[in-house]
């Protein structure tokens, strides 16, 4: 599977629109069982106040897995992503209300390498924080 | 795998004697992950109250799974159970402390089958409640 989006039609510089992932305890309930990080900060409001947190927070490796769907859906392809790191910088907050939380996630093409190639940089918001910084991606375009 | 229980030794009216299975809210999160069920009468306290329910309660299946365990860990093999029925006669109810809830399972083995098998019938409580009722099973002895 190729990337839909070609190499040759993006700049650098171009900004990638904002996408709005919403979160709801029952999203961080599944990621426990299936990451096996069962810490009942991720699920359990009166343990989370208990060690001096406002609420559920969600796991960071779920905050950054929206970063990487933020990524992959954009490029079209599942496996474009060739590397990516990024800081935790702030929690996401998970309410226990029908709203529960939002992860907004945009990015800009910093800058296009060789073999179409290009250096995507992530911001990921959550109420009033960004939660992830220095959040990079290499993509392979078509 | 056989059974370590041998059909010879056993006797029809002999008791099993009861083993407590303690249940943490973790155990319910798990089992929500391993068998899909994600509904949050296993996992919310406000929305399990707002149902009417005195608190979180156990999955009815993960009930029936501790009486199957009971009967596994005595026989000695985890394929004995040859059938395995119950029906749900009361909630087990989850607090959110260091106790959470414990299911006590006790059995008698009501009958001896041929091809060296028995019939065990199973008691379930929790606090003051049977929490199984008409749950029997047929095992496989050696």
Redesign the interface.
Known sequence: MAATVKYDEVTAGQEIPAVEYPVH??NL??Y???SGD?N?IH??E?FAKSVGLPDVIAHGMFTMAQGGRFVTDWAGDPAAVVDYGVRFSSMVVVP?DDNGAVITVSGVIEEKLEDKRVVVVLTARSGDSRVLSKARAVVQLS
């Open positions: 305890r029952v309930v599944m426990a069982g299936a069962f009942p699920w359990n009166r226990d």
